[in-house]
T-cell receptor, first 111, second 115 residues
Framework: LAKTTQPISMDSYEGQEVNITCSHN???????ITWYQQFPSQGPRFIIQGYKTKVTNEVASLFIPADRKSSTLSLPRVSLSDTAVYYC????????????FGQGTTLQVKP | EAGVAQSPRYKIIEKRQSVAFWCNPI?????LYWYQQILGQGPKLLIQ??????VDDSQLPKDRFSAERLKGVDSTLKIQPAKLEDSAVYLC???WGGGRADTQYFGPGTRLTVL
């Protein structure tokens, strides 16, 4: 299973766009890239998933370059409530759909 | 739709005691996962069920941890005997199929403190 590397922490201010980049050099051909968000005392929550190019939903965008060795989660105009830990996961191509969580990126949004 | 339910939310025990956690997945979800999340770390998969069969339990400490999913719905995770290093949040998640990176829906977790 591909290992992911992402920054341990990031700071931002309300209203700014935040981009969190994840490296996954050993991604397999059929692996998906998935991002989860976790607030304190809660379980992780699915944000977005993609395979290649760009995916956008109501809360975020996911940019994946052609070589798929990295991906960038983009959060537009963050608010204080976006303060959380963000996990980048790569995998799911096997029969089990197994995903491995790394340490995640702690995003702190300041007023 | 109702989310993943877990109980209890908190549990404090002494080392060498036993403890059990319960999980009720989202209705219709075939796959159920148990994760252990130690403070400051990402969740670690302990066991994955597809219906009532075990798909992956490679990281489950089988000398002290056990899990079952009777009738392919509810599941229980047991620790016997507990050690200090078992202090963590135990998360249950479920998904439709379990393959191709299906979205996993997590419960609120059970925070276990072992004294």
């Amino acid at each position: 299973l591909a290992k992911t590397t992402q920054p341990i922490s990031m700071d931002s201010y309300e209203g700014q766009e935040v981009n969190i980049t994840c490296s996954h050099n050993n991604i397999a051909t059929n692996d998906y890239i998935t991002w989860y968000q976790q607030f304190p005392s809660q379980g992780p929550r699915f944000i977005i998933q993609g395979y290649k190019t760009k995916v956008t939903n109501e809360v975020a965008s996911l940019f994946i370059p052609a070589d798929r060795k990295s991906s960038t989660l983009s959060l537009p105009r963050v608010s204080l409530s976006d303060t959380a830990v963000y996990y980048c996961l790569v995998g799911g191509s096997g029969n089990t759909g197994k995903l491995i969580f790394g340490q995640g990126t702690t995003l702190q949004v300041k007023p | 739709e109702a989310g993943v339910a877990q109980s209890p939310r908190y549990k404090i025990i002494e080392k060498r005691q036993s403890v059990a956690f319960w999980c009720n997945p989202i209705s219709g979800h075939a796959t159920l996962y148990w994760y252990q999340q130690i403070l400051g770390q990402g969740p670690k998969l302990l066991i994955q069920f597809q219906n009532n069969g075990v798909v992956d339990d490679s990281q489950l400490p089988k000398d002290r941890f056990s899990a079952e999913r009777l009738k392919g719905v509810d599941s229980t995770l047991k620790i016997q005997p507990a050690k200090l290093e078992d202090s963590a949040v135990y998360l249950c998640a479920s998904s439709w199929g379990g393959g191709r990176a299906d979205t996993q829906y997590f419960g609120p977790g059970t925070r276990l403190t072992v004294l």
